[in-house]
């Protein structure tokens, strides 16, 4: 059985925006025309990223059914609308019209995607990008962190001219008793178990400190990322963007009609990465994109799904893949296979505009004159 279904962690959108920097993946895959690209879907808007780079075709697979229908509503958007009318209607800027916006782009939908959009009226009109459960989450620590910092604090990160500036306004205006009460309370385990589910901390050591771990990634990322470049940065601390150049990759006007003009590479499944891939020939993808999915699996789940990713990658293949409290690269045991590019994951994760992660990974899949039979696979919880 499915945990995250059985927690009723999948009973509506649990991310409405994607939490990882696609310019990462988009260096480390280097897209060409002939490439298949796999991507767990997420808030797609990664997978709308990819689309700027003309891949060949693009698989966007989610266990949860809501994720792809907003993936649908952001695809049809791009595909009814002009650029403008596009981020008034997901909600990046203010509009009055967003219920009319939503007639245009309604008839393209799925049919399971338009009836449940149908009975969103409420999200359509406030932006469907503050509809997930996650952006929930942020928009109560904006709340509590202007209660507890104030807006001059904030404003103070965004018109500090370096990370020299950055670190002042945080030692001064920050760090103090309300910020570790916050981070203590609001980021730990048993807060962000009831919000989201146990399910997703299971293989977690019990005693890991939820609050001394995030509190340390915020620091970091308040100190040495630009917010005004961060799209991820500054939708915490605003629950907008800046400016242009703190857009997401795909809302970016230089990418809009690359990626329009690409919607019909993309293809969006819903169901598990074991099922899937069952289904799929051996040697049919280049590029895998799996989040940070791998984390939420035992270990030899894990092995499990990297072997059935073997028999479906083709010879170069290039996967990435997060972590966020667990760590997981590929075992020993697949050595003949998987090779891991350190150097380039390191530099990558060091450009990292969403500082979430605590690690990332680049590996690359080598079939050529190796042997490789896989037995099949029983299912992957939470692939």
Same mark, same amino acid.
């Given at each position: 059985m499915n945990p995250f279904k059985r927690e009723g962690v999948f009973d509506d959108t649990l991310y409405a925006q994607c939490w990882e920097d696609p310019a990462m993946d988009r260096e480390a895959f280097r897209i060409r025309n002939t490439d298949v690209v796999f991507s767990i879907t997420s808030g797609g808007c990664n997978v709308l990223a990819f689309l700027a780079d003309s891949p060949r075709k693009i698989i966007s697979l989610d266990l949860n059914p809501f994720q792809n229908y907003l993936l649908d509503f952001k695809m049809n958007a791009f595909r009814r609308l002009e650029y403008n009318e596009t981020l008034e209607l997901l909600g990046v800027v203010e509009s009055s019209r967003r219920r009319s916006l939503y007639v245009k782009i309604r008839s393209g939908l /799925?049919?399971?995607?338009?009836?449940?959009?149908?009975?969103?009226?409420?999200?359509?009109?406030?932006?469907?990008?503050?509809?997930?459960?996650?952006?929930?989450?942020?928009?109560?620590?904006?709340?509590?962190?202007?209660?507890?910092?104030?807006?001059?604090?904030?404003?103070?990160?965004?018109?500090?001219?370096?990370?020299?500036?950055?670190?002042?306004?945080?030692?001064s205006k920050w760090n103090n008793l309300r910020w570790q009460f916050l981070t203590n309370v609001i980021l730990s385990r048993s807060t962000m178990s009831f919000l989201f589910t146990k399910a997703f901390f299971a293989q977690l050591d019990t005693g890991f400190s939820f609050g001394n771990h995030f509190a340390e990634r915020a620091r970091t990322a308040l100190i040495f990322l630009n917010p005004r470049e961060s799209s991820f940065l500054t939708y915490i601390l605003l629950g907008g963007y800046a400016c242009d150049e703190s857009l997401p990759e795909y809302l970016k006007r230089e990418n809009y009609d690359r990626i329009r003009a690409n919607l019909d590479r993309l293809e969006i499944v819903t169901g598990s990465c074991a099922d899937y891939f069952a289904r799929l020939p051996r040697g049919c993808i280049t590029r895998f994109n799996f989040t940070n999915i791998f984390e939420w699996m035992p270990a030899?789940?894990?092995?499990?799904?990297?072997?059935?990713?073997?028999?479906?990658?083709?010879?170069?293949?290039?996967?990435?893949?997060?972590?966020?409290?667990?760590?997981?690269?590929?075992?020993? /045991?697949?050595?003949?296979?998987?090779?891991?590019?350190?150097?380039?994951?390191?530099?990558?994760?060091? /450009?990292?505009? /969403?500082?979430?992660?605590?690690n990332y990974v680049v590996e690359h899949i080598h079939k050529r004159e190796q042997r490789w039979d896989t037995k099949p696979l029983k299912q992957t919880a939470g692939a």
């Open positions: /799925s049919s399971n995607s338009r009836s449940y959009w149908d009975g969103q009226a409420g999200k359509i009109e406030h932006g469907v990008i503050d509809s997930g459960r996650f952006e929930e989450y942020m928009k109560m620590i904006r709340v509590l962190l202007r209660m507890t910092i104030g807006d001059s604090a904030i404003e103070s990160m965004f018109d500090a001219r370096d990370s020299a500036g950055r670190e002042s306004v945080f030692d030899d789940q894990f092995e499990a799904t990297l072997r059935e990713t073997i028999r479906v990658a083709g010879d170069n293949a290039v996967m990435t893949y997060r972590n966020l409290l667990v760590h997981r690269e590929h075992p020993r /045991s697949l050595d003949g296979f998987i090779k891991s590019d350190t150097t380039l994951a390191g530099r990558l994760h060091e /450009s990292d505009r /969403s500082f979430m992660y605590n």
